[in-house]
């Protein structure tokens, strides 16, 4: 694949979701999930192999 032929910032991204589903155990393995893809396609690391859950919601 290859990359975008520009040079475009960085925009942030985040996640939100309803209140009751924080401590819904599916709904925060998701978040997980989707948090782990997108650090690893930001810093590149394909494998994803990137951080595991680092207690923030923040990518």
């Known amino acids: ?3 975008i032929p520009l040079d475009l ?3 942030p991204v985040g996640q939100a979701w309803h209140a ?9 393995w998701l978040r997980q999930e989707i948090r782990q893809v997108a650090r690893s396609l930001a ?3 394909r494998d994803g ?3 595991q859950y680092a207690g923030s919601d923040a990518v």
């Open 1 to 3: 694949m290859s990359g």
């Open 9 to 11: 910032p960085r925009l």
């Open 20 to 28: 009751r589903h924080d401590a819904d155990p599916a709904h925060r």
């Open 43 to 45: 810093t590149g690391d």
């Open 49 to 51: 192999a990137g951080d």
